[in-house]
């Protein structure tokens, strides 16, 4: 049993909402507090665990709580979501909050510091310019289909024969539409330098850091990939094993048993889509480079696309095995 309070506090932009729960789970008092007020209400309490849900600005407060010597929990919303009793309010919604905590049962999020989230920021950043080049491309295909000029799928095929079509004159491109694509071959420019320069501090920061350094020992696993996982995991530590990690992660076989009957499926897809999508694609690359190599990994990779093929099965098994 806990020893101490248990204060649930459910975030917003401006105002929270607070309930505190005795050591035995009775609520003993909640409250409504502005955002200027929050900090000064926690450092005049008792040492207690203040629990709130992994959301937008959660990290921040959490940090800042932890200064008083509370003991913080970030708890993921969609499982505090079975807590909740009664009518849907921001008190029953901080009375959830709490009862999810002391009851124990949920695997907490891990606190990030602010190196930690500089890093996700970083990875945010690149790829939503990466995305942003995608459409600006897929964009200009269109428009020029509709012209008759149609090209390959790839940004250095666009970059090439944009130039050259600007400067044909026998194709049926109007002036106005030749000075539309002039602009959007500039942003289309400007967005490849962005992205190199994204690439480069990447490749950068990963040669300095240890902990990327020993991701990339894995098969598959890139300057990318490694800084991915590391920063969607932080130092591992509210991970007991391997296969936790790959099931907060979504990679383990989704289970709909019953009656002493085992059914297993596809992958769960539970967590973070981006990075579990870069994971998956890391093992394919591994088990396409698998053929022709003969140390036990390798061979044991062969063995099973001989025996099952490249099916997606046996990548997520590859997965968990690789990793």
């Known amino acids: 049993m806990n020893k101490h309070r248990t204060i649930g506090i459910d975030l917003a932009k401006s105002s929270f909402y ?35 849900e992994a959301c937008a600005s959660s990290h921040y407060w959490a940090r800042e709580i932890q200064h008083f010597g509370h003991r913080v929990q970030l708890l993921p919303a969609q ?30 999020v891990a606190i990030k510091t602010i190196e930690h989230q500089d890093e996700q920021t970083f990875l945010q950043m690149r790829r939503h310019l990466s995305a942003e080049r995608t459409r600006l491309i897929n964009h200009v295909r269109g428009l020029l289909a509709e012209y008759g000029l149609v090209l390959k799928q790839g940004n250095g095929v666009l970059r090439k024969a944009l130039p050259g079509i600007l400067d044909d004159t026998r194709n049926d491109l109007t002036e106005r539409m030749r000075t539309l694509l002039h602009r959007q071959y500039s942003r289309l420019v400007a967005v490849d330098e962005e992205l190199a320069w994204y690439n480069d501090q990447l490749k950068h920061d990963t040669r300095q850091d240890a902990v990327c350094q020993r991701l990339l020992k894995i098969p598959g696993f890139g300057p990318i990939v490694s800084k991915a996982v590391k920063s969607w995991m932080g130092d ?44 998956i694609h890391g093992a394919r690359a591994a088990v396409r480079c698998a053929a022709g190599k003969d140390d036990p990994l390798h061979q044991w990779i062969n063995r099973l696309v001989a025996t099952r093929g490249v099916i997606p099965p046996f990548i ?6 690789v990793g």
């Open 18 to 52: 607070l309930v505190t729960l005795s050591p035995q789970g009775k609520r003993e008092g909640r409250t409504k507090l502005t955002r200027a007020k929050l900090l000064n209400f926690m450092a005049q309490q008792p040492v207690c665990t203040v629990a709130m």
């Open 316 to 321: 997520t098994e590859a997965i968990s095995r």
């Open 79 to 108: 499982h505090v979501k079975g807590y909740l009793r009664g009518q849907k309010n921001d008190y029953n919604d901080a009375q959830a909050i709490a009862e999810a905590s002391q009851h124990g049962a949920i695997r907490p």
């Open 236 to 279: 591992g530590k509210q991970f007991v094993r391997g296969r936790d990690a790959s099931a907060a992660l979504g990679l383990v076989p989704k289970q709909f048993s019953t009656g002493g009957r085992n059914v297993l499926l596809g992958i769960t897809k539970r967590g973070d889509p981006y990075v579990r999508g870069l994971v």
